[in-house]
């Protein structure tokens, strides 16, 4: 019989915060995968670390970062035949995902290439929209209010459409794409009603203005923008 394929979410930063079945499935878990960046840096694994069994096995997954859709393809593809070839062997795997992993996360696609050859179970965590609301204090949706999540990398008038339609907004992926982003805020009027928090939960969590935040953001940052109750000020 194949082994099961866990995706679970360790959350935003803080080893606290990770639920109690994610917690338990991770000390239990023999093999555990995450992905790590070109320097060989995993935040899920970081995050994770104090929960990691001893002498596990821990299959470190490279993924190249602003490589074309082919190269990634191509990792994915041989991620998810290490992965199989554990699985083969009638062992259980524990993937580590920073967040939640069906949330803007690596797992989806390895659990698109997996799936059929495993029984595969999702242990939700928290996505960094809640722990970014938690940061400001600003709530992200009230009463009839609806919540717009977006990312940062899309076209800018598409960017300033959908902020404007939006009743609140989170906007992810900043990095690179953070100019554009003031820009549309400032044309909607809207700066003055967006908190900026970088590495929400961590020790070196920052939360300030969008204009007091930094020209070149991390990845690891997002804005909360609402009009209505709770907008941050």
Known sequence: MSGRLFGVGVGPG?????????????????????????????????????????GAHEIAISMPMRAGPEAVGA?????????????????DVVVLCEGDPLFYGSFIYLQARLAGTAAIEIVPGIASPMAGAAALGQPLCARDGTLTVLPATLAEPVLRERIAAADAAVIMKLGRNFAKLRRVLDELGLAEKAGFVERATWPDQRICRLADAPNEPSYFALVIVSKGEGAWT
């Open 75 to 91: 990792a994915y593809d041989a991620a998810a035949a290490r992965i199989a070839g554990v699985l083969d062997e009638g062992r």
């Open 14 to 54: 803080d080893p606290q915060l990770l639920t109690l079945k994610a917690a338990s499935l991770i000390r239990q878990a023999r093999h555990v995968a995450y992905m790590v960046n070109g320097e060989g840096g995993s935040m899920a694994r970081t995050i994770a670390a104090g929960f990691i069994a001893e």
